[in-house]
């Protein structure tokens, strides 16, 4: 099964780290790609730009964003295969992540063909 690790943290925290800084979490995040894609669970994974940059598609048309009142934004996701939640979740321990962020893991569901 499919499962999405969501990774949430804030910005702000981010934006104060040196480029270096920025540079390492990156290097951490793309051993840990390695070792997903080294175990053949990696689907996908990407980083996300600033919730400022987000726009919204609604009834009422296009809105600029960030959206939601939280200290905590999404910063980026994988989308792996595991043969259980357990599996995905010791997966998402792993994941590299400033202090104070977190990881959602959700199931993505198989609808088929539809």
Do not use: N
């Not at 920025?22 to 051993?31: D, I, L, P």
């Not at 070792?35 to 689907?43: H, I, Q, T």
């Amino acid at each position: 099964m499919k499962y999405t690790l969501l990774i949430y943290g804030a910005e702000s925290q981010w934006t104060a780290l040196s480029e270096a800084e920025q540079m390492a979490m990156f290097e951490k995040h793309g051993a840990y790609s390695e070792a997903l894609d080294k175990a053949g669970v990696m689907v996908a994974g990407e980083p996300l730009d600033v919730a400022a940059t987000a726009r919204r598609v609604t009834d009422a048309g296009v809105q600029d964003g960030p959206y939601a009142d939280t200290k905590e934004q999404l910063g980026g996701f994988y989308v792996i295969e595991a043969d259980s939640l357990d599996a995905a979740l010791d997966w998402a321990k792993q994941c590299p992540r400033l202090p104070g962020d977190q990881i959602e893991v959700r199931p993505v569901p198989d609808y088929g063909d539809v």
